[in-house]
């Protein structure tokens, strides 16, 4: 009640007018009106072509939730009837009134009535962009009584049949498709009222009420789908993916149509290219809702920033169009192959994006419409991302020449490093979680105190700074300082020409001597050395055939007991200094203690797998030798992974509880190496969407294919003796026997190792975000150091840039193209697309920056999104708000249709996904082909086409 109270104590603040002077509208901020309602007053105040409209603010759309916070908001959107105004704040429905004939008296038009109606859009807008997560209607005030008063009526009949498919599709969740299906049984399909009297039918059969008959019943139910859909799924990921969960709610923005003959947008920035100095413009026929959708791809122009002049046009695809009343029939008369903006039109609307972006100061992304000549400005913004594609190079240049020093510094004067499996699962780790797993994977760290605890002795510069690299945000195994993870003393190095040919040499210790290394003293030492070196293979050998029952008898108990204790801890009544002491602790116990031996069983179970494949492969060949050790080792028990998936599953099918399966794996998560990713008992969001499209049968169920796979695995074990004497190695089967055990009791332990590492892991989370609680830094708090943490109190301002610049500068790297081994030789080349000869090369439309590889998921409606594993690259037709839960786990875009202002292309940019478009992709690319987008230069590489 207390924000009813404010907000009625100031109705007359409710509802702002574009431009008006008397209200000093340009003053309010976006918290208020929204990015979109702030600009569209700062742009009427500053006399730019902007059609009239007004806002109704952001509290009033807060106001609405907390009225009704019970109510499903897509389901019951369809219900929105007059008896709903209830949920606005008092006075709001009188103001939207006044505002209303304000808007009359300025165009001259009377809303929903006459030959000449005034017509409105309804759109979102809230505090920060939220390109397409948010409803649009267009054409707001059509009903059935205009009909009579229309110069051209069937013509009117068209308009509103498209009205009510956008409509319907927007506040009922009606798909299109339905009213395609409506469409074709039209027995006179040209007579366009038939078409909507067919359509309201389909509505109210959907809805179970009527469609809204008067031009002011639809005003109020459009404004209040807009409210609505700030809480609709896409509208719900898209903040928790960007860190926008504190916003308060969107604005609405009421604005007279602009019945264009031509519409499009203008960038006064090439998001592809940032730094080329070019403005992109983009057009087709009608209404820009052609254009957004990604129904067509429109023509598309680059100019010269300083001169205007047309570099570069593309004609597009214009086959389909969005109309209103007033330009229908000259739009149908354009030819859909012919260009939409002439070479003066062209120039005239870069002239026009520049005074805007003089104006606001920063490069603008601007929607903008032309009729008879004349253009007019829909909304505009800051280009998003645009910072970050701008860093990408900044950034590539300093990791250049950071890498130089190392190399200047290092003996050979020749350096290799080889992307590490560490990689996998930890892609772009953010500065904290860097700083704690470099300590982690250094000789001091638990990676380094297993080696020592098997009889290694690794060097001194390996123990202090580790063996890992960053590079350009990704890890990278420095080959010189691998080499001194074993003997200190011992000259011996890697081959970096062997290396370039198999990179998997670096999982083994060096056998190359290095002259450079070895000192006067070597010789002397060799006789201590070599007695060491003995000694290690008898203490590995003992821990070997030890290893399950130490870490399963004697860690795991007392590491889980441990764990018990955290979880109780009440961490809020620490004093901050005792919190950052808790996390080095935790850090010390987790990472170190128990990481040491937690890594045991993995360690021992991978030199057994190797030495079962090397044997194998000595008898069988390459290509027999591996496939007969991945049968070997493949269906294993007691995989904490398979029971996982197993556990998922039954939830999803019903027969086992979301309680349950969190209160087992809760502690894990997607990306789980990376701290700052919330674990699934912090939020279940992932889950949910798995279990939403999981449609497999018990066929296929993981129980059911981890049961096949015991059976493959207990046939290969029965026929391994009779292939041993084929291939005359009988005289190995007690060897290669006794390995293929050994490697099917201590494999499934790497799972289960890091299974519980995870739940230690879930306790330093926890303590990093107490910490960021108290400092208000949210997220903000993985992007400080960890040496950093130590002396903060009170978050400075100085501190606050910082972790600013650093997110720029973690989100840029990630764009750029990086090889599994970079090499001294070729660093200039570091982080530009890499030409792959052997693929096929498919010419497309680049529509978000960046270069990724992945395999190709073929999909015509995010419904048969399943299944799509960790790597897809998303092929499809296009994509609308509805793909929007997939964009938080695909790693690349391919669209057949759609310009730089679609659905996809921008939040493909927003999500920092590589996108292109490529005409007939779905045709062309193959389910499940290995497939390279290259965003930056608009190219497709199919690698290997399965």
């Known amino acids: 009640m207390h924000e009813a109270k404010k907000l009625t104590a100031k109705a007359s603040c409710l509802v702002h007018f574009f431009g008006d002077p008397t209200r000093e509208t340009v003053l309010l901020e976006k918290e208020v009106l929204g990015g979109k309602g702030a600009n569209l007053a700062a742009m009427s105040h500053a006399e730019l072509p902007v059609p009239p409209g007004f806002t ?115 506040v009922a969740d009606i798909p299109r498709a339905s009213f395609d299906n409506v469409a074709g049984k039209i027995d006179e399909p040209r007579c366009a009222k038939n078409l909507t009297e067919a359509y309201i039918k389909l509505y109210e059969h959907q809805t179970g009420c009527s469609f809204p008959m008067t031009a002011w019943d639809v005003l109020c139910e459009c404004v209040n789908a807009v409210f609505d859909s700030w809480n609709n799924e896409r509208a719900r990921i898209y903040r928790k993916a960007h860190h926008l969960e504190d916003l308060q709610g969107t604005a609405v923005n009421v604005q007279s149509m602009f019945d264009s003959q031509v519409s499009g947008v203008a960038f006064t920035a090439n998001p592809a290219r940032p730094n080329a100095a070019e403005i992109v413009i983009e057009s087709s026929y009608g209404l820009g809702e052609s254009i957004v959708s990604g129904d067509v791809t429109p023509d598309r122009f680059i100019l010269d920033y300083e001169s205007l002049a047309i570099t570069r046009r593309s004609l597009g695809h214009k086959d389909h169009v969005m109309t209103g009343l007033d330009k229908g029939d000259e739009v149908a008369s354009s030819d859909p192959a012919g260009w939409s903006l002439t070479d003066h039109q062209i120039k005239e609307l870069g002239r026009l994006a520049l005074k805007v972006e003089a104006h606001f100061g920063f490069p603008v992304d601007l929607e903008w419409g032309l009729a008879d000549g004349r253009f007019t400005l829909l909304q505009s913004r800051a280009i998003r991302g645009l910072d970050v594609a701008r860093d990408a190079e900044i950034g590539r240049q300093e990791e250049i020449e950071r890498l130089k020093r190392l190399v200047s510094e290092s003996r050979r004067k020749e350096k290799l490093w080889v992307v590490h499996n560490l990689a996998e699962t930890l892609q772009t780790p953010t500065p904290l979680t860097w700083d704690i797993i470099r300590g982690f994977m250094s000789g001091g760290g638990g990676f380094g105190q297993m080696y020592r605890d098997l009889g290694y002795r690794p060097g001194k510069r390996v123990c202090e700074t580790g063996f890992l690299e960053l590079i350009c945000g990704r890890i990278y195994a420095d080959a010189d300082r691998v080499s001194e993870l074993f003997w200190e003393s011992m000259p011996f190095r890697y081959d970096h020409h062997d290396l370039l040919a198999d990179p998997r040499l670096m999982e083994m210790a060096p056998t190359r001597f290095d002259a450079l290394r070895a000192d006067e003293k070597f010789l002397l030492r060799l006789p201590g050395n070599l007695l060491a070196m003995f000694r290690s293979q008898g203490r590995m050998k003992r821990a070997r055939r030890d290893a399950i029952k130490v870490f399963e008898r004697i860690e795991l108990p007392r590491f889980c007991e441990y764990i018990g204790e955290k979880r109780k801890q009440d961490l809020s009544e620490l004093t901050t200094q005792d919190l950052v002491a808790e996390l080095h602790d935790r850090i010390q116990r987790v990472l170190t203690d128990f990481g040491r031996e937690s890594l045991k069983p993995g360690f021992f179970a991978g030199s057994a797998r190797l030495e079962l494949e090397a044997k194998l492969t000595q008898l069988l060949g390459q290509v027999q030798g591996e496939q007969l050790t991945q049968a070997l080792t493949s269906g294993l028990n007691g995989d904490t992974t398979v029971e996982q ?295 497709i590489s199919i690698i290997e086409d399965k």
């Open 56 to 170: 109704i603010s952001i509290p009033c759309c807060r106001y609405f939730h907390q009225q009704d916070g019970s109510r499903d908001s897509r389901n019951e959107s369809a219900l929105c009837t007059r008896s709903e105004r209830r949920l606005w704040p008092d006075g709001l429905e009188s103001e939207l009134k006044e505002r209303l004939l304000q808007l009359e008296t300025v165009t001259g038009r009377q809303f929903g009535s006459g030959p000449d109606p005034l017509l409105v859009s309804v759109r979102s807008g809230a505090a920060a962009s939220m390109p397409g997560m948010m409803d649009t209607i267009l054409n707001c005030g059509l009903h059935p009584a205009m009909a009579a008063e229309m110069p051209n009526e069937n013509h009117f009949w068209t308009v509103y049949a498209q009205f009510i498919r956008q409509f319907a599709h927007t």
């Open 645 to 939: 998936n197993t556990m998922l599953f039954r939830v999803s099918q019903g027969t086992e509880t979301m309680d349950a399966f969190l209160q087992s794996y809760g502690h894990r998560c997607a990306g789980e190496m990376e701290l700052a990713n919330p674990r699934w008992q912090e939020d279940d969001a992932y889950l949910q969407q798995i279990f939403d499209q999981q449609q497999t049968s018990q066929a296929n169920s993981p129980e059911a294919l981890h049961q096949r796979s015991q059976e493959r695995r207990d046939q290969a074990m029965r026929e391994l003796p009779d292939v041993l004497v084929d291939r005359g190695g009988s005289f190995m089967r007690e060897d290669i026997e006794r390995l293929a055990v050994e490697a099917q009791e201590l494999l499934p332990c790497r799972e289960s190792g890091k299974h519980y590492l995870m739940m230690g892991y879930a306790l330093i989370r926890t303590v990093i975000l107490e910490l960021g609680r108290r400092w208000k830094l949210d997220d903000g708090i993985f992007f400080l150091q960890l040496d950093e943490l130590d002396g903060v109190e009170k978050v400075s301002d100085s501190l606050v840039q910082k972790i600013a610049k650093r997110r720029v500068r973690w989100q840029s790297a990630q764009r750029l193209d990086l090889p599994d081994v970079i090499s001294s030789d070729n660093l200039e080349e570091l982080g530009l697309p890499r030409q792959i000869d052997t693929s096929s090369e498919l010419e497309a439309q680049s529509l978000s920056p960046g270069v990724v590889t992945g395999t190709a998921q073929v999909v015509s409606s995010p419904c048969d999104a399943t299944n799509l594993g960790d790597d897809c690259i998303l092929i499809c037709p296009s994509t609308d708000p509805g793909w929007t839960a997939l964009f938080t786990t695909i790693k690349g875009l391919v669209v057949e249709r759609g310009g730089v202002l679609s659905h996809g292309a921008i939040t493909a940019r927003d999500f920092g996904i590589p996108a292109v478009a490529c005409a007939d992709a779905t045709q062309t690319i193959r389910r499940g082909a290995w497939v390279r987008v290259d965003g930056d230069r608009g190219h």
